[in-house]
């Protein structure tokens, strides 16, 4: 039994080695990317005044909407008492860590003056929804980091500190709490994300009150999806069944009923908004889209067939999420649909601006973007620093397996 | 575990007393909050007015810019005149754009936009720190040292008049001085910069006693440097003022007056009677 298990850590040192080596080329070309905009300016982007949002913005809002799955399971095993859930709490509140803090620096970059970052603290326009998600992100990461440190203390490096350990246990029993405060903050600011379009009455194709609730319903989908993949996934690399399988397949359905959930209301805002309804702003805005963007292709097959389909009926077909490939795959093209979705709503309203002008040439010029090198090398950077600490904490904390030894 | 229910006769005990009375509080203070208090539609129009009391001078005045598009020519001074003026080097950059546009009859004509001070300005409305609001005057304005530069008053502005300083002041100002000398100072590269109907000199003008619209110390730059006189500045609360009388004699519009944004800039058609 030993020299088998000797045989596969051999075997497995390598591509953990690779693998660590990938992640950490990636987190250079992030650092290298996020010097030089810092030295440049955000002139090194590919935005412009008709974009001015793009790449990082919808790096942003996928990974605070992957993110969710923090507060759900919290919430779901804390609050509701839903106790078989508990063997995924630590690994979403570790997703949800490092989908905050990811969304973090793609914000700090993406501001033009990052040395103003605190500004919002201190200068309140309590009106404006992106202050109010300002301030929900900075407490709810601060709920997140206080969900972290327990297990960070109970790691082995600080098998010599007994105080700070003492410390993350009084923390720890503190989880109720926070997960009630983190469900109120996580449930405002997911769904200003939409609000963020939905409030501007000037872009009719965002001015509509679906988008808050269309982005909670995808946030929660994903942020569950993406804590279970990562479960499974890490299973497999260790060859072991980390959580029950009868929790797996549970949590796997809900994801499927979820994502069912998000398709229902996706049908009735398209048919309000796009089927039944020819209001100049968003017929005007589709039409464009339509013409100058592969719009039809990314929202029709990419976000709805891909992206919510194939996954729900995967999820829900019983034969099917008995399959762990098969739920890998559904899992991957669902959060891949959630980040087609951020970008698509990002973007829709920027390339089709509404025409102002009183004329028949449409003095407005079309907009366009393209991301640059450099907002690819941070994007990458990003997911780099989410992937090697997701890899680290599972390698060297306890994510899974009972919470505490000594309590339990 | 469970402590035995002790038997009240009272129908209200003091602990679902309190409860009620403390959630009909909570509910009570929450209607106050969006009804009349910080919350409310009306604080959402006071926007800024506490905390940067500006243009007291002006306070009691309105103004408005009429742009005759019949009248201008397409000569585009007044684009240089405010790039030269308020020191906006880069043409992409403009404050105060201008194209060539054509009517469904097919009458050309040239289309000119500085920004149009809504009085219920989208962009004011999304600022996560406050750095932009509309004044008593109306003037909707910004405070470049408070911007953070995270681009939503960009984004959320329908009539695309607000630009994003990406690369600081690298080039020289090709408008000096034959266009005017800058008035204000350059604005540092990664914050949102915006047409200020030349408020500075508005704010001196009426410290002076000048009169805006009339007084050229006291006009925007846009204004004076018209040749043709399309452009008409003053104060919409005074009868008197051009920019009242040109409304009155002038049938006029506002740009997508649909979107509710109540802009401060009216304009004539091209067409005669049309």
């Known amino acids: 039994m030993a020299t088998v298990q000797m045989v596969a850590r051999r075997r497995l040192a390598h591509p953990l080695a690779w693998w660590l080596a990938l992640l950490l080329a990636m987190i250079a070309a992030g650092l290298v990317g996020g010097v030089y905009t810092l030295l440049h300016g955000l002139q090194v982007t590919g935005l412009n005044d008709r974009v001015p949002w793009g790449l990082w913005i919808t790096h942003d809002l996928s990974a605070i909407a992957l993110g969710a799955g923090a507060f ?337 | 575990m469970t402590t035995p229910k002790v038997k009240s006769s009272h129908i209200l005990n003091r602990r679902d007393f309190l409860k009620i009375t403390g959630a009909t509080g909570t509910a009570w203070a929450f209607t106050q909050v969006v009804t009349t208090g910080p919350l409310s539609s009306e604080a959402i129009r006071g926007i800024g007015a506490e905390t940067h009391p500006g243009g007291q001078a002006s306070a009691g005045h309105q103004w408005q810019m009429v742009i005759d598009l019949a009248q201008c020519i397409g000569c585009n001074y007044c684009v240089w005149a405010c790039q030269a003026v308020n020191d906006v080097a880069d043409d992409d950059m403009r404050w105060n754009v201008g194209f060539a546009e054509r009517t469904e009859n097919g009458q050309d004509f040239y289309m000119t936009r500085p920004c149009l001070h809504c009085q219920e300005a989208p962009c004011v409305k999304v600022c996560p720190v406050g750095a932009t609001w509309v004044r008593e005057d109306g003037l909707v304005v910004m405070d470049y040292d408070r911007c953070i530069g995270c681009r939503y008053c960009e984004v959320a502005c329908p009539y695309d008049a607000r630009r994003f300083n990406w690369g600081g002041n690298a080039t020289a100002n090709a408008y000096q001085p034959t266009w005017g000398t800058a008035e204000v100072e350059s604005r540092p590269r990664g914050v949102v910069e915006k047409c200020t109907f030349c408020v500075h000199r508005i704010d001196r003008g009426m410290a002076q006693g000048l009169t805006p619209g009339v007084d050229r110390e006291a006009t925007p730059a846009c204004v004076n440097a018209c040749p043709v006189g399309a452009r008409v500045f003053g104060d919409a609360l005074d009868p008197d003022s051009p920019v009242s009388r040109y409304k009155a004699a002038h049938a006029t519009f506002r740009l997508r007056e649909d979107f509710g944004t109540e802009p401060k800039v009216y304009y004539v058609r091209p067409e005669k009677g049309g």
């Open chain 1, 72 to 408: 759900t399971f919290s919430a779901a095993v804390y609050l509701f008492r839903i106790k078989r859930l508990e063997p995924l709490t630590r690994a979403a509140v570790l997703v949800g860590f490092l989908g905050y803090t990811s969304a973090m620096l793609a914000l700090f970059l993406d501001i033009g003056r990052p040395d103003r970052f605190w500004h919002p603290l201190v200068y309140w326009n309590v009106h404006s929804v992106l202050w109010e998600i300002t301030l929900c992100v900075i407490l709810y990461s601060t709920v997140l980091v206080l969900e972290v440190l327990p297990m960070v203390f109970d790691s082995r490096f600080f098998d010599h500190r007994p105080r700070l350990r003492e410390f993350g246990h009084r923390l720890h029993r503190l989880t109720p709490i926070l997960a009630v405060v983190g469900m109120g903050l996580s449930l405002l600011h997911q769904s200003s994300l939409g609000a963020t379009y939905g409030v501007l009455s000037g872009r009719a194709i965002w001015f509509k009150p679906s988008l808050p609730i269309m982005f909670i319903l995808s946030a929660v989908m994903g942020g569950v999806g993406l804590t279970l993949l990562a479960t499974i996934l890490t299973g497999k690399l260790r060859r072991q069944q980390l959580v029950p399988r009868d929790v797996q397949l549970q949590v796997a359905r809900f994801v499927g009923y979820a994502a069912l959930a998000y398709l229902y209301i996706k049908l009735w805002d398209w048919a309000a908004t796009s089927y039944y309804s020819h209001a100049p702003g968003t017929a005007d805005a589709l039409t464009r889209l339509q013409a100058t963007t592969p719009y039809t292709l990314t929202f029709w097959w990419w976000e709805i067939v891909l992206g919510l389909l194939i996954p729900a009926g995967v999820l829900l077909y019983r034969p099917l999420r008995h399959n762990d490939r098969a739920v890998l795959m559904a899992l991957g093209l669902l959060i891949f649909g959630v980040i087609v979705n951020r970008w698509n709503t990002t973007l829709s309203g920027l390339i089709a601006p509404p025409d102002w002008s009183p004329g028949v040439l449409g003095g407005v010029v079309l907009a366009s973007y393209t991301p640059t090198w450099v907002e690819i090398a941070v994007s990458v950077g990003i997911l780099g620093y989410a992937l090697l600490a997701f890899t680290l904490a599972v390698k060297y904390l306890r994510i899974y397996g009972p919470s505490h030894p000594e309590h339990a």
